[in-house]
C-alpha cells in the first residue's frame, strides 16, 4: 500500500529562524513528490514539485530535497516569516495512477 | 481568472438529506477532482474527471456521486448525507491531469452533517 508519512507533525519556530521538514514515503512506481502549503481555511497550493532525477529545487525561501534511493525528501525554510505559519503538505504520485498519495502534513507555527 | 470556485462555503445538513457541492473552474483544464480533508488525515481522493462526460472513482467513492456535462463545472452529490461525510471538501483542476501538473485546489466547503 502507498504511503506517505510526515514529521514532525507539529512545530513552532521564532520568526527569522530556518526549519526543515521531513517526508518518507513508500509509493511505488515513483513519479515526482510534491510540496503544498496550506494556509488555515484554503486549499492547497504547490511550492515545488520533484522528480526522480532532482536532487535540489528551490522556489524562493523554500528548499527541497529529494533521495529516491532512501525514498526521504525534505522541505527546508530559510529566514522564516509568521506567513510561512500553515501546514506543509507531501504529495506522492505513482506512475500510471491519478489518485495521489498525500501525507497528514506538518503545521508549522513561526511567533514573532 | 477566478480559478478553482466552489459553493457553498459553509452547509449544515441532517443525516438523510441531500445535496450538491458546486465546483467550477475557469482555467480551460480538462482534469477535474473532488478530495475530502478530515482532522489528522491527509487528503483523500473521492472522484475525479479527465474530461467531460468522462468520471472515474478516487480511494473513498462511497457515498458521493459526481458527473461531467461541462468542461467547467464539476458537482459533488451526497444523496443521503452520513455524519461519517462531516469534513471539509476541496475541488481541485489541471490541464490534463498529467502526474507533472499543478492542481490547483479551490477554497473549500465545510460540511457538517448532524
Known amino acids: 500500500k502507498n504511503q506517505v508519512e510526515q514529521s514532525p507533525q507539529s512545530l513552532i519556530i521564532l520568526e527569522g529562524k530556518n526549519c526543515t521538514l521531513q517526508c518518507n514515503y513508500t509509493v511505488s512506481p515513483f513519479s515526482n513528490l510534491r510540496w503544498y502549503k496550506q494556509d488555515t481555511g484554503r486549499g492547497p497550493v504547490s511550492l515545488t514539485i520533484?522528480?526522480?532525477?532532482?536532487n535540489t529545487k528551490s522556489n524562493g525561501r523554500y528548499t527541497a530535497t529529494l533521495d529516491a534511493d532512501t525514498k526521504q525528501s525534505s522541505l527546508h525554510i530559510t529566514a522564516s516569516q509568521l506567513s510561512d505559519s500553515a501546514s506543509y503538505i507531501c504529495?506522492?504520485?505513482?506512475?500510471?495512477?491519478?489518485?495521489?498519495?498525500f501525507g497528514r502534513g506538518t503545521s508549522l507555527i513561526v511567533h514573532p | 481568472n477566478a480559478g478553482v470556485t466552489q459553493t457553498p462555503k459553509f452547509q449544515v445538513l441532517k443525516t438523510g438529506q441531500s445535496m450538491t457541492l458546486q465546483c467550477a473552474q475557469d482555467m480551460n483544464h480538462e482534469y477535474m477532482s473532488w478530495y475530502r480533508q478530515d482532522p489528522g488525515m491527509g487528503l483523500r481522493l473521492i472522484h475525479y474527471s479527465v474530461g467531460a462526460g468522462i468520471t472515474d472513482q478516487g480511494e473513498v467513492p462511497n457515498g458521493y456521486n459526481v458527473s461531467r456535462s461541462t468542461t467547467e463545472d464539476f458537482p459533488l452529490r451526497l444523496l443521503s448525507a452520513a455524519p461519517s461525510q462531516t469534513s471539509v471538501y476541496f475541488c481541485?483542476?489541471?490541464?490534463?491531469?498529467?502526474?507533472?501538473?499543478?492542481?490547483?485546489f479551490g477554497p473549500g466547503t465545510r460540511l457538517l452533517v448532524l
Open positions: 504529495v506522492v504520485s505513482a506512475g500510471g495512477s491519478y489518485i495521489p498519495t
Open positions: 520533484m522528480t526522480f532525477s532532482e
Open positions: 481541485a483542476s489541471s490541464l490534463t491531469g498529467g502526474l507533472s501538473e499543478t492542481q490547483y
